[in-house]
C-alpha cells in the first residue's frame, strides 16, 4: 500500500465553481499535512500547513484534516481560472525531516 | 526574507556527460536542502537530503551524488548522464516546522 494516495484526475470545474481534493494515508504516525500548488513547468509553492484534525481557513482555501480516517482535503471556494495547476498533498511523520508527496492533481478552472 | 535560487533552468545533455546543478538558499541558516526529481506520472521523488555542511542522506541508489560544501549551497552531480536522468529536478529547503520551499526547478532532457 502506498504511504500516500492522491486522485491525479485531471479534474475540469467551471469558473466559480466549489473544487474539492483528496489525498489519503496509510500510516497513523503522520502529523503534519501540507498542500501545495504547481504551475506548468515551475516548482511547487505552499498553499497550506495543519498539523491538528480539523479545519484551516486562508481566504478561499480550506484543508481538513480527519486523522481517524486518514484522509485530508483542500477546498477552495469561488474558484477562478488562475486555479488552474496541480494540487500536491503532503505529509510529514514526526520527528522526520521528509516529505512524502501524493502524485497531484491536475485542474483546470473553464471560464 | 529567504529565497532560493536554482539554475540552469533547463538543460539538454548528451548520454554519459557530467552533470552538475547548484541551488542556494539566501537569508536562512543552517537550512535542511534536498533535492527532488518529478517524473511524468511519478509524483516528486526525494533524491537526497542534507541537515548540515557535508552530511548528505541518499534516498534512492542511482548513478547521482550530491554534495554541500557550504551552508546554504546544495549541488546535483552526476559523472556520466543516462536516459532515464531525464526530469524536472527540483531544490528545495525547508523552515522549521519541515515545511518545503521549492527552487523554480531545472528541466533535464539527456539526448
Known amino acids: 500500500q502506498k504511504e500516500v494516495e492522491q486522485d491525479p484526475g485531471p479534474l475540469s470545474v467551471p469558473e466559480g465553481a466549489i473544487v474539492s481534493l483528496n489525498c489519503t494515508y496509510s500510516n497513523s504516525a503522520f502529523q503534519y499535512f501540507m498542500w501545495y500548488r504547481q504551475y506548468s513547468r515551475k516548482g511547487p509553492e505552499l498553499l497550506m500547513y495543519t498539523y491538528s484534525s480539523g479545519n484551516k481557513e486562508d481566504g478561499r482555501f480550506t484543508a481538513q484534516v480527519d486523522k481517524s480516517s486518514k484522509y485530508i482535503s483542500l477546498f477552495i471556494r469561488d474558484s477562478q481560472p488562475s486555479d488552474s495547476a496541480t494540487y500536491l498533498c503532503?505529509?510529514?511523520?514526526?520527528?522526520?525531516?521528509?516529505?512524502?508527496f501524493g502524485k497531484g492533481t491536475k485542474l483546470t478552472v473553464n471560464p | 526574507s529567504q529565497t532560493i535560487h536554482q539554475w540552469p533552468a533547463t538543460l539538454v545533455q548528451p548520454v554519459g556527460s557530467p552533470l552538475s546543478l547548484e541551488c542556494t538558499v539566501e537569508g536562512t541558516s543552517n537550512p535542511n536542502l534536498y533535492w527532488y526529481r518529478q517524473a511524468a506520472g511519478r509524483g516528486l521523488q526525494l533524491l537526497f537530503y542534507?541537515?548540515?555542511?557535508?552530511?548528505i542522506s541518499s534516498e534512492v541508489p542511482q548513478n547521482l551524488s550530491a554534495s554541500r560544501p557550504q551552508d546554504r549551497q546544495f549541488i546535483l552531480s552526476s559523472k556520466k548522464l543516462l536516459l532515464s536522468d531525464s526530469g524536472f529536478y527540483l531544490c528545495?529547503?525547508?523552515?522549521?516546522?519541515?515545511?518545503?520551499?521549492f527552487g523554480q526547478g531545472t528541466r533535464l532532457t539527456v539526448v
Open positions: 542534507s541537515v548540515g555542511i557535508g552530511q
Open positions: 528545495a529547503w525547508s523552515g522549521v516546522l519541515r515545511e518545503a520551499f
Open positions: 503532503a505529509i510529514r511523520q514526526g520527528g522526520s525531516e521528509k516529505l512524502v
